[in-house]
């Protein structure tokens, strides 16, 4: 049986330039480039103890290996227990960012890492 998710695939076109957005701005303390014959990859995540991490693939090489794999970044909510407090850290950073939002249930903001792909935060 499936007991968690370890990792999720982000497909980029700037792979260094993606890597550098994660750490520098978004603030994840995991960064880790990797290497595997040709390909280079970085793992990300918030924290070093994260249970989920992304994967950061080159979208081109990827596109050759796999031609009929879709590439599209999946819609992803991150959770925070601050998060005015990372909402305004993003702020700082020059993420673009959208407006906190009280959904009734929860509250949310979005933003886009450095190629436009979008993203949602939650509070915790």
Excluded at 44 to 56: C, E, G, I, N, Y
Excluded at 100 to 122: L, P
Aim: net charge negative; charged share 25%.
């Amino acid at each position: 049986m499936i007991t968690s998710i370890g990792q999720v695939m982000l497909y980029v076109e700037d792979i260094e330039k993606c890597a550098k957005f994660w750490k520098e701005q978004a603030q994840f303390e995991r960064v880790e480039k990797q290497e595997q014959g040709n390909q280079i990859y970085y793992i990300v995540a918030p924290k070093l103890t994260s249970d989920v991490q992304f994967v950061l693939h080159d979208k081109k090489i990827v596109a050759q290996m796999n031609p009929e794999l879709n590439l599209g970044t999946p819609s992803i909510l991150m959770v925070s227990s601050d998060l005015q407090q990372t909402y305004d850290l993003f702020v700082e950073k020059g993420i673009h960012v959208n407006p906190i939002m009280d959904v009734g249930f929860m509250k949310v903001f979005n933003f886009s890492d450095c190629e436009g792909n979008y993203f949602a935060i939650r509070q915790e």
